[in-house]
């Protein structure tokens, strides 16, 4: 991680083993440890953060280029091109007249 090898931390726990004594050497290996989770914790939040930030940036950049895409096309195709009805067609659900998805042994179908 920090570019220490196996070979360090075995000469780093060779010193805390001559000057912290065997008896002692568990209990700061704990403290150690826990200061090291603690560190660990902190740079996941931190990352974390960071990777919020840009999430949020590459989601207000995709909605200002959906604006832009969606002008556009509201450009080429106004709205008042739609703005008449179109016309009704049998079998249609607002005129309630069965089409041709009825079936012609339909009892219920009614004829014009």
Not at 53 to 64: D, F, G, P, S, T
Request: charged fraction near 30%; aromatic fraction near 6%; avoid cysteine.
């Amino acid at each position: 991680m920090f570019g220490i090898g196996g070979l360090e931390i075995l000469v780093v726990g060779v010193i805390a083993l001559l000057v912290v004594g065997p008896r002692e050497l568990p209990g700061l290996m704990r403290v150690v440890g826990r200061f090291v989770g603690k560190l660990r914790a902190y740079a996941r939040h931190f990352t974390q953060g960071i990777d919020n930030i840009v999430r949020e940036a590459e989601l207000e950049e995709m909605e200002k280029q959906w604006k832009r895409q969606n002008e556009e096309i509201m450009k080429r195709f106004p709205a008042d091109l739609y703005d008449e009805q179109p016309p009704m067609v049998p079998g249609d659900a607002a005129t309630g007249v069965p089409g041709d998805s009825a079936r012609p042994d339909d009892p219920e179908r009614k004829r014009p």
